[in-house]
C-alpha cells in the first residue's frame, strides 16, 4: 500500500469512527434518523448545507470546467448568491409549514399543501429520478478520487464499488446526525485545502495568479471568458437561472432545511452561505493551472484535472491528504442523497401503493438504502457523462417543481392539484425527450435564443400548462 491510500484510508476511518460515535444515544425514530429531530442550530445548518452544496462537483467538476470550457466555470460563482437570496425568503415559509405539520420528506410538503397523494408521489418520483444522476457524480468522483490516490493499484469501478459500499454502511448506521458531524471535518479540510491549491499551485508553476491568467490567454485569447459558441452569453445566463431555481429543490435540500430549530435560523443561514463562494474562485484557478501543466485531456479525463496535478505536484502522503479531504466531499453529501431517496421511496411512493408498509417504515426505509445505490451503479456503469453534465440534467428536473411551490404560498392559490400535476408532466417530458433522443429544442427557437438551457424551455411549458389547467379547472367547477 503506497503511503496516499494509506493517509486516505486513516482518515476516512476517523470520520467513520466519529459519524457512527454520534449516534450512539439518539431515538431510532424516522424523524431522528432523517431529520436529526429539527435540533440543529445555526452553526450546524450551515455546515450541514454547506456539506451538502459543495461536492465533488465543487472539488473535481468546478476545475474539470475551468479546465474544459474555461470562462464557463463563473456560472457556478453566480447562480448560487441568487439562489441565497430567495433562499432567504422561501425556506423559513416552508420550514414554519413542515414543523406545523410534522412533514419529513420534500413530498409531505407538495402532499399536505394540494391534498393530494398522487402528486406527492409525482414529486417523489421526478425527485428520485434527479437524484440518481447527484448520486452517480458522488460515487463517480469517489472512484476516481481513491483510484488515482491510489496511483492505479485500485481500479475506479472497484474504488466505486467499494466506496459505495462504505457509504450504505454509514448511511444505514448513522443517518443525518452522522453526516452533519463529518461535515464539520469535511468543511474544514476542504476549505484549507482548497485554499492552499489555489494559491500555492499559481505560485509554484507561473509565479502567481496574475501570471497563471496571463499565459492561459496568451496561449488560448478568451479562454477565461465566456465564449460565444457553445457556451455562449444566452447558455451562461439561462443555466445560472435554472440552477438558482434549483440550488432549494433537490429532495434532499428539503431534509436538511427540515433540520433546523427555528426558522430564524435558516435566515441567518442565508446570510452566511455566501461566504462559501469564495472557495469556488480558487477552484477555477486550480483548473487554470492544469490547463496549461496537464493539456491534452479529453472531455471525460478533465474530471481527474485536479488530482492528476496535485499528484505530479506533491509527494504521496499530501496526496493522501487532499484524497481524503475529497472522499469527504463525496461521502457527506452522498449519504444525504442516498437518505433523502430512501425516505422518499418508502415514504411517498411504496407506503401510498402498499398501505401495510407503514407498520415497517423504518426499517424498509434502511433496508431500501443498498437498493438504490445499486440502481445508481448500475446506470453509471451506462452513463458517460462529465461530472457537470450530470448536475445540470438534475436541475432541469427538479426546477419543474418550482411553480407549484412558490404559488402554494399565495394567499389564493391559482394553481390546482390538477394543473400541478399536469405542468410538472409536461415539463419533465420535455427534459426527457432532451435526454433520450438529443432532440435540440434551440433549432425551433429564434436565433437570438440559441443556446437556451432546455431546463428553462421545460419550465416555461410547464408554467403555462400549469396555469392553463388550473383556470380551466376553476371555470369548469363554476
Not at 414543523?99 to 420528506?105: V, Y
Not at 479531504?325 to 422518499?344: D, K, M, N, Q, W
Not at 423504518?362 to 457523462?385: C, H
Request: net charge positive; with cysteine.
Amino acid at each position: 500500500m503506497n503511503s496516499a491510500i494509506f493517509v486516505l484510508a486513516i482518515i476516512t476511518t476517523l470520520a467513520f469512527i466519529l459519524a457512527i460515535v454520534q449516534v450512539k444515544g439518539k431515538s431510532h425514530q424516522l424523524e431522528e434518523w432523517a431529520v436529526g429531530g429539527r435540533s440543529f442550530g445555526v452553526i450546524l445548518v450551515f455546515i450541514l448545507m454547506g456539506g451538502e452544496l459543495y461536492t465533488t462537483f465543487t472539488f473535481l467538476g468546478g476545475s474539470s470546467l475551468a479546465y474544459n470550457k474555461g470562462g464557463a466555470c463563473y456560472y457556478i460563482l453566480c447562480y448560487s448568491p441568487i439562489a441565497y437570496v430567495l433562499g432567504y425568503w422561501l425556506l423559513p415559509a416552508i420550514w414554519k409549514y413542515a414543523k406545523e405539520h410534522n412533514l419529513i420528506s420534500q413530498s409531505d410538503f407538495y402532499i399536505r399543501k394540494y391534498d393530494s397523494k398522487a402528486l406527492g408521489i409525482l414529486v417523489s418520483l421526478i425527485g428520485f429520478i434527479a437524484l440518481i444522476p447527484y448520486l452517480i457524480l458522488q460515487i463517480k468522483g469517489l472512484g476516481i478520487i481513491v483510484s488515482e490516490t491510489s496511483y492505479g493499484v485500485i481500479s475506479a469501478n472497484s474504488a466505486i464499488w467499494l466506496c459505495s459500499a462504505l457509504m450504505v454502511i454509514y448511511v444505514v448506521i448513522a443517518g443525518m446526525h452522522g453526516s452533519v458531524r463529518v461535515a464539520v471535518v469535511k468543511d474544514i479540510l476542504i476549505l484549507a485545502i482548497v485554499f492552499f491549491l489555489g494559491v500555492y499551485l499559481p505560485y509554484h508553476y507561473y509565479g502567481g495568479i496574475e501570471n497563471t491568467i496571463n499565459l492561459v490567454e496568451a496561449k488560448h485569447p478568451g479562454f477565461t471568458m465566456i465564449s460565444n459558441k457553445d457556451f455562449n452569453p444566452v447558455w451562461f445566463v439561462s443555466t445560472v437561472l435554472l440552477s438558482a431555481i434549483g440550488l432549494y429543490l433537490w429532495p434532499h435540500s428539503f431534509t436538511s432545511l427540515y433540520t433546523s430549530q427555528s426558522a430564524n435560523v435558516l435566515k441567518k443561514n442565508a446570510i452566511l452561505m455566501p461566504l462559501y463562494q469564495f472557495l469556488l474562485m480558487f477552484v477555477f484557478i486550480i483548473g487554470f493551472v492544469a490547463a496549461l501543466q496537464l493539456p491534452g485531456l479529453n472531455k471525460a479525463q478533465s474530471d481527474l484535472a485536479l488530482i492528476r496535478l496535485v499528484i505530479n505536484t506533491f509527494s504521496p502522503w499530501f496526496v493522501g491528504v487532499i484524497g481524503a479531504a475529497g472522499v469527504l466531499t463525496a461521502l457527506v453529501p452522498g449519504s444525504i442523497i442516498l437518505l433523502s431517496i430512501a425516505t422518499l421511496f418508502i415514504k411517498n411512493i411504496m407506503i401510498p401503493v402498499i398501505p401495510a408498509c407503514a407498520r415497517k417504515e423504518m426499517l424498509l426505509v434502511k433496508l431500501s438504502v443498498p437498493f438504490i445505490m445499486l440502481i445508481a451503479l448500475v446506470a453509471n456503469s451506462y452513463g458517460g457523462e462529465t461530472i457537470v453534465g450530470l448536475l445540470i440534467v438534475g436541475y432541469g428536473l427538479v426546477s419543474q417543481l418550482f411553480p407549484a411551490l412558490v404559488f402554494s404560498f399565495c394567499q389564493n392559490n391559482p394553481v390546482s392539484k390538477l394543473g400541478a400535476i399536469g405542468g410538472m408532466l409536461i415539463g419533465v417530458m420535455i427534459m426527457f425527450i432532451s435526454i433520450l433522443t438529443k432532440v435540440n429544442f434551440n433549432d425551433y427557437l429564434p436565433t437570438v435564443l440559441n443556446g437556451l438551457n432546455v431546463g428553462i424551455i421545460a419550465l416555461i411549458a410547464n408554467l403555462i400548462v400549469t396555469l392553463i389547467i388550473s383556470s380551466c379547472e376553476r371555470i369548469y367547477l363554476r
